[in-house]
């Protein structure tokens, strides 16, 4: 583990060691990306429910870790405001313009950016245009393009349903709803992970998002048509420019991240079970049950970001001053042992996973990730009977950043 000591106890309000112990954990490094759980786990030990960690560019940070404290601060947005413009390593100006969390963290006009009225109006907006999306064919769109994925590998008897499946469909579902054409959704996949992943070229393609979602919605208010874009220029709401814009990437990356990573979790799980396989073949398991295990084990993001302290108060055992950033570990929180005990007992049946987050800002477009999922595997499972692993399981890898833990690959082989 990469840790750092800051000297003094004079050292300057907002590092770390103003956080509480000097030796504090990078959440982002190569270390961090091959062991994200067992950093979890080292810092629930070391610190309780909530530790002191260093995001790239070694920026503070209180990572929370349990569980009840996780439901705390997204359930009380006047303690946790998601408003970063309070952000005080932001306002201190330790935060360069250039940063891989500036994409994920800083403040934008839209309803993740803000609380109370203008976070319900925001939103409000962005409901009423994903429920008419959803009413427009999610399903029929997700068939297609499943079928379209498959066909391009369906003869060569192997595939690797990361690359040549996962982190494509959901995003080419996406182009349909956003109203975009499909060469410009699979432009969009690589800058959408990237600004996850983090690094030196996260801002570059945010951009690079921006710009694209600033052409289509200047075509769609040309042109308008029945998609999410219109849905949002017409909304009673009347959103500006920019709201809208940003709102568009917010349910872009927003979706396409989180539904292309739970795919290949559900896959890499039903893969990896010969009984859940047959299961889900025979119809005696219902998909659903293997999505709400993996969104339990597995959410497809790791750590949401962020939540700014709206004043000075006590988390964890941690003393929190105003202006101090957090970021909320899904992950560990679903794994948190005064919750789950024996992580081995089943989840069926119990939805109340942090995995879409939790509170006013929870996740509005959950169903329309969930369907396509469904729609996807049931595609595949009917499309290429005999699927397997190509692998050992124990062979398969992942690689985390600060925000997620990506399968890096799936090699399946089927008769053809």
């Not at 991240?257 to 119809?283: K, M």
Request: hydrophobic share 40%; charged share 25%; glycine share 8%.
């Amino acid at each position: 583990m990469s840790d750092q000591t800051l000297n003094g106890p004079d050292a300057p309000r907002g590092c770390p060691v103003a956080h509480g112990p000097a030796d504090t954990t990078r959440l982002y490094g190569p270390e961090a990306a091959t062991d994200p759980l067992g950093i979890y786990e080292r810092l629930r030990k070391e610190h309780g429910s909530v530790a002191p960690v260093l995001l790239e560019g070694d920026i503070p940070a209180w990572l929370v870790l349990g569980y009840r404290d996780n439901r705390r601060v997204l359930d009380n947005p006047r303690q946790f405001s998601r408003d970063a413009r309070i952000w005080r390593d932001w306002l201190d100006g330790r935060v360069e313009e250039t940063s891989p969390l500036v994409p994920m963290l800083a403040w934008r006009p839209d309803c993740v950016s803000q609380d109370g009225e203008p976070h319900r109006r925001l939103r409000g907006a962005v409901t009423d245009g994903l429920l008419a999306a959803s009413g427009r064919g999610v399903r029929r769109h997700a068939t297609h393009f499943a079928n379209k994925q498959i066909d391009a590998f369906a003869e060569s008897g192997q595939a690797d349903l990361v690359a040549d499946y996962a982190e494509y469909l959901p995003m080419l579902v996406l182009t349909r709803i956003l109203g975009l054409a499909e060469a410009e959704g699979r432009r969009l996949v690589e800058s959408c992970a990237q600004v996850l992943k983090g690094g030196e070229d996260a801002v570059a393609h945010n951009d690079r998002i921006i710009e694209i979602l600033g052409e289509l919605a200047e075509r769609k208010r040309a042109e308008p048509g029945s998609d999410f874009t219109t849905a949002l220029l017409e909304h009673p709401a009347a959103l500006d420019g920019e709201e809208v814009v940003s709102h568009l990437r917010l349910v872009l990356i927003a979706a396409h991240t989180t539904t292309s990573n739970l795919l290949a979790r559900v896959l890499q799980l039903i893969l990896t079970d010969t009984s859940r396989l047959s299961g889900l073949i025979s119809g005696q398991l219902n998909i659903s049950a293997v999505v709400e295990e993996v969104m339990w084990n597995s959410p497809p993001l790791a750590v949401l970001p962020g939540r700014f302290a709206a004043g000075d108060l006590e988390l964890g055992g941690h003393h929190i001053q105003e202006g101090d950033l957090l970021v909320l570990g899904l992950a560990p929180g679903n794994l948190d042992p005064q919750v789950r005990p024996d992580p081995g007992v089943s989840v069926q049946g119990n939805q109340s996973h942090l995995a879409f987050s939790a509170g006013p800002h929870e996740c509005p477009g959950q169903s329309i990730g969930q369907s396509i999922i469904e729609i996807a595997v049931d595609v595949l499972l009917h499309r290429l009977p005999g699927l397997r692993l190509a692998v050992p399981p124990e062979e398969l890898t992942s690689t985390a950043s600060t925000w997620e833990s990506r399968l890096d690959s799936l090699p399946v082989e089927f008769p053809v």
